[in-house]
């Protein structure tokens, strides 16, 4: 049984910084793609980020691309979202997903993934 458990949100100014963790375990995690999506309220979930196997191929939403970086290490089955100069419309639950058939695509879409995590809520202040 694949378990996704994030960690790291919290509340921040506007400005600052968060990392967020995902910890994965009954897998073999350098098989899945790791992707973040994040859900504000009544919105729909959104695409993050995604980083490939191996960490080399990433993907970034138009709306995150040059304050945030995805990273992942192997050994500690743990995939990392590093958040900076956050704003308040990054306010939302953030989530990582696991991607079991990764074709080096973007995978934008939650359909894309097999499996899920709890969430860590972020907010941020103005």
């Known amino acids: 049984q694949v378990q996704l458990v994030e960690s790291g949100g919290g509340l921040v100014q506007a400005g600052g910084s968060l990392r967020l963790s995902c910890a994965a375990s009954g897998c073999t995690f350098s098989s899945y793609a790791m992707g973040w999506f994040r859900q504000a309220p009544g919105k729909e979930r959104e695409f993050v980020a995604v980083i490939g196997w191996s960490g080399r191929r990433t993907y970034y939403a138009d709306s995150v691309k040059g304050r945030f970086t995805i990273s992942r290490d192997n050994a500690k089955n743990t995939v990392y979202l590093q958040m900076n100069s956050l704003k308040p419309e990054d306010t939302a639950d953030y989530y990582c997903?696991?991607?079991?058939?990764?074709?080096?695509?973007?995978?934008?879409?939650?359909?894309?993934?097999?499996?899920w995590g709890q969430g860590t809520q972020v907010t941020v202040s103005s």
């Open positions: 997903a696991a991607d079991a058939n990764w074709d080096f695509s973007p995978s934008r879409y939650p359909s894309d993934y097999d499996y």
